[in-house]
C-alpha cells in the first residue's frame, strides 16, 4: 500500500462546477498537508498547505484536512477553464528531517468552457 | 528574485549513455530535493541534499547518484541509461532549519525532460 493514495482521474467538469479533489494516507505522523498545481510541461507550483486538521480557504480554493480519517481534500468553487492541470497533494512530518514531502500520484483535471 | 533553474530543457540520449542535469535553487536555500515524474505516474522521490550532504534517497539503483556544490547548487547524474529512465526530472529547493518545527514548502523548477533512445 502507498503511503499517499490519490485518484488519477482524469476528471473532466463544466465551467463554474464545484471541484472535490482528494487525497487518504496511511502515516498518522503526517502534520503538513500541502497542494501543488502542475500545468502542461511545467513544474509543480504551491497552492497552499494546512498543518493538521481544520479548513483553511484562499480565494476559491478550500484545502480541508481530517486527520481522524487520514483524508484531505482540495476543493475549487466556480471552476475556470485555467484551473485546468494536475493537481497533486503532498504531506510531512512535523520536525526534522522528517519534514522531506511525500507526494500523491496527481489528479488530471479538466475544465471544459 | 530567480526561481530554480535546471538545464538542459530537453536531453537526448542512447541506452547506456550517462546523463548529466544541473538545477539551481533559489538563493538562500540550502536543501535540493531531485524528483523522477514519468508519464502517467507522481512524483518519484530520488534524492535530497542539505548542506552540501545526501540526507535521504529513494528507491532508485545506484547508478542514479548526485551531489551538492559548496554554492547549494547541484547535478543529478544517471548512469547505464535504460528506456524506462525517459522522465522529466524535477529540481526543488528549500530552506529546511532542522532546530525548527514548520512546513517544508518546495519550490519547483520547470524540469529537464530525459529521452532515451
Known amino acids: 500500500q502507498k503511503e499517499v493514495e490519490q485518484d488519477p482521474g482524469p476528471l473532466s467538469v463544466p465551467e463554474g462546477a464545484i471541484v472535490s479533489l482528494n487525497c487518504t494516507y496511511s502515516n498518522s505522523a503526517f502534520q503538513y498537508f500541502m497542494w501543488y498545481r502542475q500545468y502542461s510541461r511545467k513544474g509543480p507550483e504551491l497552492l497552499m498547505y494546512?498543518?493538521?486538521?481544520g479548513n483553511k480557504e484562499d480565494g476559491r480554493f478550500t484545502a480541508q484536512v481530517d486527520k481522524s480519517s487520514k483524508y484531505i481534500s482540495l476543493f475549487i468553487r466556480d471552476s475556470q477553464p485555467s484551473d485546468s492541470a494536475t493537481y497533486l497533494c503532498a504531506m510531512s512530518e512535523a520536525s526534522g528531517s522528517a519534514r522531506q514531502l511525500t507526494f500523491g500520484s496527481g489528479t488530471q483535471l479538466t475544465v471544459l468552457p | 528574485e530567480a526561481g530554480v533553474t535546471q538545464s538542459p530543457t530537453h536531453l537526448i540520449k542512447t541506452r547506456g549513455q550517462q546523463a548529466t542535469l544541473r538545477c539551481s535553487p533559489i538563493s538562500g536555500h540550502t536543501s535540493v530535493y531531485w524528483y523522477q515524474q514519468a508519464l502517467g505516474l507522481g512524483l518519484q522521490f530520488l534524492l535530497w541534499y542539505d548542506e552540501g550532504e545526501e540526507r535521504n534517497r529513494g528507491n532508485f539503483p545506484p547508478r542514479f547518484s548526485g551531489r551538492q556544490f559548496p554554492n547549494y547548487s547541484s547535478e543529478l547524474n544517471v548512469n547505464a541509461l535504460e528506456l524506462e529512465d525517459s522522465a522529466l526530472y524535477l529540481c526543488?529547493?528549500?530552506?529546511?532549519?532542522?532546530?525548527?518545527?514548520?512546513?517544508?514548502?518546495?519550490?519547483f523548477g520547470a524540469g529537464s525532460r530525459l529521452t532515451v533512445l
Open positions: 494546512t498543518y493538521s486538521s
Open positions: 526543488a529547493s528549500s530552506w529546511l532549519d532542522r532546530g525548527r518545527v514548520g512546513a517544508n514548502v518546495l519550490t
